[in-house]
T-cell receptor
Framework: QKEVEQNSGPLSVPEGAIASLNCTYS??????FFWYRQYSGKSPELIMF????GDKEDGRFTAQLNKASQYVSLLIRDSQPSDSATYLC????????FGQGTELSVKP | GAVVSQHPSWVICKSGTSVKIECRSL??????MFWYRQFPKQSLMLMAT?????????EQGVEKDKFLINHASLTLSTLTVTSAHPEDSSFYIC???????????FGPGTRLTVT
């Protein structure tokens, strides 16, 4: 079992819809969770981090953490074509452990 | 967010030569810096972790004599690819983390092509 797992996608959603990206992790002791966005040919960009159970909202982005079920998700409301990218989930354990990323495609 | 720069953004070198890549944290002190490599269509692969003033810790399978890392100050780390070969061609990305923080900020990356 991989330490951090994501569906590789691609996940395709129409413009204006909600995109839901999911991530599960194996280490129950993990405390800090991150979502990065990576455009093709570019380096990752930090979108959000979450430490506590529940939801954390920042603009069109909402991160959700459920430690009991060991999953963290990212919701993107009102998806735009410019949101098309690979989204990386990461869990901090001294260093970041990355999932393989989910490719999101937002169709106009 | 914090800003991390890398130089050069791309480099082409001949097989057998060495290439140095710089990574700088511009507006914060980076107690820890990380070096990643990414091949096309693949995920990030952590190569090594370096703390200011200490020797780098390399991930399993990464040759420390080939990928020399120096973290001489709280704002600068360098990666030197020695005796580069075509299979070293990749996208090299650094990231930096401040003290008392888990957030890592990535540099823009360096695309290395070895001919």
């Amino acid at each position: 079992q991989k330490e951090v797992e994501q569906n590789s996608g691609p996940l395709s959603v129409p413009e204006g819809a909600i995109a839901s990206l999911n991530c599960t992790y194996s280490d129950r002791g993990s405390q800090s969770f991150f979502w990065y966005r990576q455009y093709s040919g570019k380096s990752p960009e930090l979108i959000m981090f979450i430490y506590s159970n529940g939801d954390k909202e920042d603009g069109r982005f909402t991160a959700q953490l459920n430690k009991a079920s060991q999953y963290v998700s990212l919701l993107i409301r009102d998806s735009q074509p410019s949101d098309s990218a690979t989204y990386l989930c990461a869990v901090a354990r001294g260093k970041l452990i990355f999932g393989q990323g989910t490719e999101l495609s937002v169709k106009p | 967010g914090a800003v991390v720069s890398q130089h050069p953004s791309w480099v082409i070198c001949k097989s057998g030569t060495s290439v140095k890549i710089e990574c700088r944290s511009l507006d914060f002190q980076a107690t820890t810096m990380f070096w990643y490599r990414q091949f096309p269509k693949q995920s990030l692969m952590l190569m090594a972790t370096s703390n200011e003033g200490s020797k780098a810790t390399y991930e399993q399978g990464v040759e420390k004599d080939k990928f020399l890392i120096n973290h001489a100050s709280l704002t600068l780390s360098t990666l030197t690819v020695t005796s580069a070969h075509p299979e070293d061609s990749s996208f090299y990305i650094c990231s930096a983390r401040g003290d008392h923080s888990y957030e890592q900020y990535f540099g823009p990356g360096t695309r290395l092509t070895v001919t």
